[in-house]
């Protein structure tokens, strides 16, 4: 199958996905999570359709960004080194990935210098597993008020990696769980923060997480096929 007819088949079993779940389907974004792929892979993808790309590594996305005229909209989703922020400042429209407030001071630092603002999401380790990054709901509660003092961010809400199941299901917890966090920190009420992002689910478990709100799905496998470097690498 090409790219475009998984990238097909992703977007019918997503909308299908929110229609069980009694959704709109369009409350549902699909983040195509293109690292280790070659920017041409991200090319056809774009041509199929596909406007958003997540990307885990700083210098493969800014090898990718420059090698693309298409006006992609990159998304930043793994663990990001502070020191790195200014490589990839004004290219990524959303950072999902944020877990630490000096993380955050430096996005705010990098964006202002360019005279813009960073949307970003606080990352939250749900299970408390330890090869995990993320902040605990009681860290990402206090970070978000924190973010919030920061200018030139905006904070739109949580992100999450589950454990790995065989059993898609059984992720299905976690992800109630990010909602849960998601509303009582939109309960707070902190000015200048819209919890209105719920980026959770993969290949593997994304029609559970689409049962529990998901608002941004990150999928790579089941549209670029299976990598050589592991979904947790980097
Ligand atoms: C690799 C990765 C994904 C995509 O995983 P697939 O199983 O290939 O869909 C999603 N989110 C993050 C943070 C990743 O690192």
């Given at each position: 199958?090409?790219?475009?007819?998984?990238?097909?088949?992703?977007?019918?079993?997503?909308?299908?996905?929110?229609?069980?779940?009694?959704?709109?389907?369009?409350?549902?974004?699909?983040?195509?999570?293109?690292?280790?792929?070659?920017?041409?892979?991200?090319?056809?993808?774009?041509?199929a359709?596909?406007?958003?790309?997540?990307?885990?590594?700083v210098?493969?996305?800014?090898?990718?960004?420059?090698?693309?005229?298409?006006?992609?909209?990159?998304?930043?989703?793994?663990?990001?080194?502070?020191?790195?922020?200014?490589?990839?400042?004004?290219?990524?429209?959303?950072?999902?990935?944020?877990?630490?407030?000096?993380?955050?001071?430096?996005?705010?630092?990098?964006?202002?210098?360019?005279?813009?603002?960073?949307?970003?999401?606080?990352?939250?380790?749900?299970?408390?597993?330890a090869?995990?990054?993320?902040?605990?709901?009681?860290?990402?509660?206090?970070?978000?008020?924190?973010?919030?003092?920061l200018?030139?961010?905006r904070?739109?809400?949580?992100?999450?990696?589950?454990?790995?199941?065989?059993?898609p299901?059984?992720?299905?917890?976690?992800?109630?769980?990010?909602?849960?966090?998601?509303?009582?920190?939109?309960?707070?009420?902190?000015?200048?923060?819209?919890m209105?992002?719920?980026?959770?689910?993969?290949?593997?478990?994304?029609?559970?997480?689409?049962q529990?709100?998901?608002?941004?799905?990150?999928?790579?496998?089941?549209?670029?096929?299976?990598?050589?470097?592991?979904?947790?690498?980097?």
């Amino acid at each position: 199958m090409s790219i475009a007819e998984r990238l097909a088949e992703v977007r019918e079993e997503i909308r299908a996905a929110a229609v069980k779940a009694g959704r709109d389907p369009d409350g549902v974004r699909l983040v195509a999570v293109s690292k280790t792929r070659p920017t041409e892979e991200v090319r056809q993808c774009f041509q199929a359709g596909q406007l958003v790309f997540g990307e885990n590594y700083v210098q493969e996305l800014q090898a990718k960004a420059a090698g693309l005229s298409e006006p992609v909209e990159w998304h930043f989703i793994g663990h990001l080194q502070s020191n790195k922020v200014k490589y990839i400042a004004g290219i990524v429209g959303m950072i999902h990935s944020v877990d630490r407030l000096s993380l955050a001071q430096e996005i705010s630092r990098q964006w202002g210098r360019l005279g813009k603002s960073c949307d970003l999401l606080v990352q939250v380790n749900v299970s408390g597993e330890a090869t995990k990054s993320g902040a605990t709901a009681e860290e990402a509660r206090r970070l978000v008020q924190e973010i919030a003092l920061l200018p030139n961010l905006r904070v739109r809400g949580l992100m999450t990696m589950p454990p790995f199941f065989d059993d898609p299901t059984a992720a299905r917890p976690y992800f109630a769980e990010l909602r849960r966090l998601s509303e009582r920190i939109a309960a707070a009420g902190i000015p200048g923060v819209e919890m209105r992002e719920l980026s959770m689910g993969m290949s593997g478990d994304f029609e559970a997480a689409i049962q529990e709100g998901a608002t941004l799905v990150r999928i790579g496998t089941a549209i670029f096929g299976t990598r050589d470097r592991g979904p947790g690498a980097g």
